[in-house]
């Protein structure tokens, strides 16, 4: 049994009939020689019902002997693993293509499972990276090379890179559980996300005034729909969500409990607690005959649907132009986290089901307990100033009793 090496299959004279040889240091792993002098490397083993499988690797020419060592290799690790690989490559000849994928993970999946936003974002990232880079493959060609490929062309936005590979990852994840590819061979896996700096800007007591007159003003000038004013108010004063401010129906206000009663949040259900200037804005605001929504839109019956090119020109106005809409939301929790509020409050009045997502705002809420801290601190370096009532016994004076 020879060891199969690039001299050695060079110099395999092809006979009468098929022969094939294998590798002496790899069991398993062999070439085919036809008599008409065509050279396959190829896999065998036995798989978990004990059939002997052969398996073809590759031509030599397009396979070099190392190469087909290493997929041989391969191949029998995922046999090692439980694995059938010819049993995969025959059921990957009938594989779908992955516009087939794409198109059932969002009727199947996203438009089920998610919210109207989430779909939104899905269908972006599908229709704005995803099919463009692997559209043309069937989902069996699929590699962890391409996927790679495809994470970092967008590592200048590690966000977006990350939030891709999220829902390519789980678009193999159904593959694999509708049958799609085999087990365990999601392409996905091992590709280590781009570390994301989450941002953090809170507006400071003199930009809130800005962002106050502003508003004043848009109100005075009766310019565009006025409630985009309430909506940004209602950002301002809530630390709601903007999907829960624009879909807030006047339903969900519970005058006697002063809260909002969300029936699907981002998180669920959740009971959204009410200063008393949030429940002046609400009683102040007009309702649009026949219109349920509290900040209804230009369509009849209809909610305000965009409120991000309106926000630009405020913040523009305000001298604001680096602060988003969430940011209000960030900035709420900010001024509670400055007033002395735990975490724990904050994360409730935001609705956070997690506490490691208030963390980010700990720095913010240690500022009270510095305070505290240098307060209690001059207090005792007070005291440890003021003159005393005996007087210090001086270490001579102590040096003579001793004696």
């Known amino acids: 049994m020879p060891k199969l090496t690039k001299r050695f299959v060079d110099s395999v004279i092809p006979q009468d009939k098929e022969r094939v040889y294998w590798d002496e240091a790899l069991p398993g792993f062999g070439l085919r020689v036809r008599s008409s002098g065509g050279k396959v490397f190829i896999c065998q083993y036995r798989n978990s019902q004990?059939?002997?499988?052969?398996?073809?690797?590759?031509?030599?020419?397009?396979?070099?002997?190392?190469?087909?060592?290493?997929?041989?290799?391969?191949?029998?690790?995922?046999?090692?693993?439980?694995?059938?690989?010819?049993?995969?490559?025959?059921?990957?000849?009938?594989?779908p293509a992955f516009s087939e994928l794409a198109s059932r993970y969002m009727a199947e999946h996203s438009e089920v499972k998610k919210k109207a936003e989430s779909i939104r974002k899905d269908r972006f990232l599908v229709d704005q990276y995803i099919l463009p880079a692997l559209g043309r493959y069937n989902v069996d060609e699929v590699t962890r090379e391409q996927i790679a490929k495809l994470?970092?062309?967008?590592?200048?936005?590690?966000?977006?890179?990350?939030?891709?590979?999220?829902?390519?990852?789980?678009?193999?994840?159904?593959?694999?559980?509708?049958?799609?590819?085999?087990?365990?061979?999601?392409?996905?896996?091992?590709?280590?996300?781009?570390?994301?700096?989450?941002?953090?800007?809170?507006?400071?007591?003199?930009?809130?005034?800005?962002?106050?007159?502003v508003l004043v003003e848009i109100e005075r000038e009766d310019s565009g729909l006025p409630s985009v004013v309430t909506a940004v108010r209602l950002l301002i004063f809530t630390g709601c969500r903007l999907s829960e401010v624009l879909t807030l129906r006047w339903d969900d206000v519970d005058w006697d409990r002063g809260c909002l009663n969300l029936l699907d949040s981002k998180t669920g259900q959740r009971f959204v607690p009410l200063g008393q200037v949030a429940l002046d804005l609400l009683e102040s605001t007009p309702r649009q005959a026949g219109n349920p929504f509290v900040c209804p839109g230009a369509r009849p019956m209809r909610p305000l649907v965009n409120l991000q090119q309106p926000w630009r020109r405020i913040r523009e106005r305000a001298g604001l132009e680096d602060v988003r809409l969430h940011d209000l939301r960030h900035s709420f929790a900010s001024v509670g986290a400055a007033a002395g509020l735990s975490l724990p409050v904050i994360g409730a009045l935001l609705g956070h089901t997690q506490a490691a997502t208030t963390q980010r705002y700990a720095h913010l809420a240690q500022d009270p307990v510095k305070q505290a801290a240098d307060q209690v601190a001059s207090l005792i370096d007070g005291a440890m100033r003021a003159p005393t009532k005996q007087k210090v016994m001086s270490i001579d004076a102590r040096d003579d009793r001793r004696t």
């Open 50 to 95: 004990g059939r002997t499988r052969k398996l073809t690797l590759g031509a030599y020419g397009k396979l070099t002997v190392d190469m087909a060592r290493k997929l041989a290799k391969e191949r029998l690790g995922e046999v090692a693993r439980g694995q059938d690989p010819a049993e995969a490559k025959s059921a990957g000849r009938s594989a």
């Open 151 to 213: 994470h970092h062309s967008l590592r200048e936005k590690p966000y977006q890179a990350n939030r891709v590979l999220e829902v390519v990852r789980k678009m193999f994840n159904l593959a694999e559980a509708w049958g799609l590819r085999p087990d365990g061979s999601n392409p996905a896996r091992h590709i280590q996300k781009y570390k994301e700096k989450k941002r953090q800007r809170y507006l400071s007591k003199d930009e809130w005034a800005r962002l106050g007159k």
